[in-house]
Each structure stands twice: as C-alpha cells, then as structure tokens.
C-alpha cells in the first residue's frame, strides 16, 4: 500500500507541475484548448438522445461517488499512517497473541545498546510465514572485536525473539557491523633545524704581543 500511494503522489506532483507550469508560460493558449475542450464535451453532451440522458448521467454520477471514494480512502490511509505489522506468538496454547513489529524492534535495539562498545544500533524485522526475518546493523568504536560483538549481537537477538517474545526466527539473523576507524595520533611539527644549531663557545681572546 505504501508503494501505491508513492505512486500515485507522483503521479499527482507531476499532473499539477505540467498544468501548471503550462498555464502559467502560455495562459492564453492555455485558456483557448481549455475552452475549446469544454465546447465538445457540451456539444456531446448536447447530442445525447434524450433517453439516454438519464443513464448518462447516472454513469457521470458513479464515476464521481467511485472517483471520490477512491480519493477518500486514500486521504484516510495518509492521516491514519501504515498499518501496525503484527507478529504471531508461537508458544501460547488456547488462544491467538501477537506482537507488533515496532516492539520486537525497540527491545531488539534496547538490549543490543546495553552492550559495551556499540554507539548505536538498528534493527530491521519482517514477518515470514515461518516466523520473523531479523536484520541488526549497529556502529562500534575502534577497540571493539568484531567477531566476539558479532557473536553477543547473535546470542540477544535470539534471547529477545525467541525466549522473552516467545517468537520463532525465519531463518539466521543478519549482522552488520561498522566499526569506527582508530583515530590517528597527532605528531609534533619539528622545528626547523636552525633553530637547534650547536653554536661554538666563544674563543678567549690572546693578547697581541
């Protein structure tokens, strides 16, 4: 659905742009192929037999309520947002339970923060038929061993999906990590070497015989 809708605003933007940007370059022109079109379709409308006037319209009428409804629900789904993703819960006998995807995500980034090293961190869930599909992908700093942050990010992300929201993971969980470059050392400038030039004590003067 959120494809559809990108789709039809930017079928819209263009629409108006293309009016617009007409109208306002050549407006007389503009006005006459407006005018113009508005005199065939009342000629048309004009030549309609009489009893098919009532039917035609009764089709103009359709047209606009489906047109409007079309437009309605769309302006709904804008104002209301996306639909909550919820995720079924495995280990629950006599009933249905689900969890919604922005949970699962906020605990998965919560537990996966606490962890040392790791500056920030993002998940990315997708419900399955066999489960839920897992994506982490999270930023440490330089000193961080990335095999060993890897293995803990595995370990929670098991932890939080299958033993505290009582889920099923569809497949392995993605992993990946940015670790953050070793910040270089800064190096003194060295003085120029004249600076530092050994210069010969002064010689004691002899007395001229």
Do not use: W
């Amino acid at each position: 659905m959120n494809t559809f809708n990108r789709i039809v605003m930017i079928l819209l933007i263009l629409a108006v742009f293309l009016v617009v940007t007409i109208g306002l370059f050549v407006p007389a022109e503009s006005l006459i192929v407006v005018r113009g079109v508005a005199d065939n379709t009342l000629s048309t409308m004009n030549r309609v037999r009489p009893e098919f006037v009532v039917p035609f319209r009764a089709l103009l009428i359709l047209c606009a309520v489906f047109i409007d409804a079309l437009l309605i629900g769309l302006l709904l789904l804008q104002v209301r947002g996306p639909a909550k993703h919820a995720i079924r819960v495995q280990r629950v006998e006599g009933g249905l339970v689900s969890v919604t995807a922005e949970s699962l995500v906020e605990q998965l980034q919560y537990h996966i923060d606490q962890l040392a090293d790791v500056i920030s961190v993002k998940a990315r869930v997708a419900p399955r038929s066999g489960g839920v599909d897992v994506e982490v992908r999270l930023e440490t700093g330089a000193g961080a061993n990335v095999p060993e942050k890897a293995e803990q990010v595995l370990v929670i992300t098991r932890q939080v999906v299958e033993d505290k929201l009582g889920l099923k993971l569809a497949g392995k969980p993605r992993v990946s990590i940015h670790a953050m470059p070793t910040p270089s050392v800064p190096t003194r400038a060295s003085a120029p070497g004249h600076l530092f030039r050994s210069t010969p004590p002064d010689q004691p003067k002899t007395p001229s015989a």
